[in-house]
Nanobody
Framework: QVRLVDSGGGLVQPGRSLRLSCAAI????????MGWYRQAPGKDRELVAT???????GYADSVKGRFTISEANGWNTVYLEMNSLKPEDTAVYYC?????????????WGKGTLVTVSS
């Protein structure tokens, strides 16, 4: 079992930066991919960035060049560094972990952290 605790959201002005953190607790060797998703008011949840155990990284087109996903402490922590924030980045951001198929292919989610970009 894995528990994800996401944090770091807040109110920030356009153009500024924010770093989100996701602490993975439990049997983290189950996890093959970690990522960040977001859900803006009235919209569907969308993928923001992912990182795999072998270091493959992907980003949504809307955040390429502005956001950076990284891991630390042997995958105990995953970060999302967000630069040049825009009002359209306002959303609840969720940490996600996908388990290997032989561990059931389970999707784990954090409870979400709210990011508001506004002047």
């Amino acid at each position: 079992q894995v528990r994800l605790v996401d944090s770091g959201g807040g109110l920030v002005q356009p153009g500024r930066s924010l770093r989100l953190s996701c602490a993975a607790i439990g049997t983290i060797n189950q996890i093959k991919t970690m990522g960040w998703y977001r859900q803006a008011p009235g919209k569907d949840r969308e993928l923001v960035a992912t990182i795999t155990k072998n270091g493959v990284i992907g980003y949504a087109d809307s955040v390429k060049g502005r956001f950076t996903i990284s891991e630390a402490n042997g995958w105990n922590t995953v970060y999302l560094e967000m630069n040049s924030l825009k009002p359209e980045d306002t959303a609840v951001y969720y940490c996600n972990g996908e388990a290997w198929p032989h561990f059931g292919g389970i999707s784990y989610w954090g409870k979400g952290t709210l990011v508001t970009v506004s002047s």
